[in-house]
């Protein structure tokens, strides 16, 4: 059964058509995401903390983070470039752990 869809109510954050995710908050930010990263519909990007009540902000696209705009705990105002995600429908491939590489 896939997840069910998180509401946006959209005072937290706004994602836009090219992928970027803006924050409608004043507050800090916490990012839970690396340059490169995959992250699929509803994973969690980071936090937004304001009058100290968090809020998460999550993936409404599928793609790779290209910018976190945002280090941790720093000061954001409202319309600040938080991520961006480039669209993809294509995750990286699966790595296989239980390979082992041997030493020539």
Do not use: C, W
């Amino acid at each position: 059964m896939a997840e069910p869809k998180k509401v946006n109510n959209g005072n937290v954050f706004d994602t836009q058509a090219d992928g970027s995710v803006i924050s409608k908050l004043v507050g800090t930010f916490t990012p839970s995401v690396t340059i490169g990263e995959y992250v699929r519909i509803n994973d969690m990007l980071g936090t937004v903390s304001t009058l100290g009540t968090d809020h998460e902000v999550f993936a409404e696209i599928a793609g790779y983070i290209t910018v976190v705009g945002v280090s941790d705990d720093h000061p954001i105002e409202f319309g600040q470039i938080l991520i961006v995600i480039t669209p993809s429908d294509t995750p990286p491939p699966p790595t296989n752990s239980r390979v082992k590489k041997t030493e020539p």
